[in-house]
C-alpha cells in the first residue's frame, strides 16, 4: 500500500495525502478487525475521526457508509455489522456518571466493535486495553494517523495491520 509513515514496538505513524489514502487507511483495518475490538479516536473538530470510522466500517462489509454518522447529538449510534458496532462521541460528556448514563461500559465489553470520538475527554472512558487513533491534521487534505494500542490482541492486530501496508 506504501502508505506507512514510520513505526516502532509501540506506535506507527500513517500518512494520508488525500481523502483516499485516509479510506485506503480506514478498510485495510477494517479487514482485520475482530469483535471486541475497541478504538478510541483523538483529534480536534473536524480532523476526520468520523470519516476514518467511515472507511473502517467499509472495511468491515458495511456497504453503505453513509449510515455512519456523528454521533454528537445522539451521543451513541449503533450499526449493523458482521458484529454489532457502536460508535460513540464523548464531545458533550463529562465524566463517569454520564458514561454509564449511555450504556457506555455494556457496550465497550460486549461481543461487538466500539468506536469512541474525543476519547481523551474522559479518562474513565479507558478500558484497560485498547487501540487509539491520533488524527493530526497538516492541512486540508493532509493528515497524519498515529496508532497507539495496549494489550496483547492489539499487538497481534497492528502486526497484522503493519504487513498490509507493506
Ligand atoms: N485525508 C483526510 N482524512 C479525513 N478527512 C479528510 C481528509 N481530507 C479531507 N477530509 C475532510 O475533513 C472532514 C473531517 O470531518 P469529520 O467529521 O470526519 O471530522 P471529526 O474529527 O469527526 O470532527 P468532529 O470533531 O466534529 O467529530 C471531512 O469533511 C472530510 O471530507
Ligand atoms: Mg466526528
Known sequence: MRLKLCYNKFAVKIYAHSLKD????GIALGEILEKKTIVMLCGELGSGKTTLIKYICKGMGIVDESIVKSPTYTLMREYD?????????????????????????ECI????????????????????????????????EKR???????????????????????
Open 109 to 140: 465489553f460486549d461481543d461487538g466493535i466500539t468506536f469512541v470520538e474525543w476519547a481523551d475527554r474522559i479518562k474513565d472512558a479507558y478500558p484497560q486495553q485498547y487501540l487509539q487513533i491520533n488524527i493530526e491534521v497538516l492541512n486540508r
Open 22 to 25: 485516509t479510506e485506503k487507511i
Open 144 to 166: 497524519i494517523f498515529e496508532f497507539k494500542w495496549k494489550g496483547k490482541y492489539y499487538d497481534e492486530l497492528m502486526k497484522r495491520f503493519e504487513n498490509t501496508l507493506r
Open 81 to 105: 455489522g458482521p458484529f454489532p458496532i457502536y460508535h460513540f462521541d464523548l464531545y458533550r460528556l463529562k465524566n463517569v456518571v454520564d458514561l454509564e448514563e449511555i450504556g457506555y461500559y
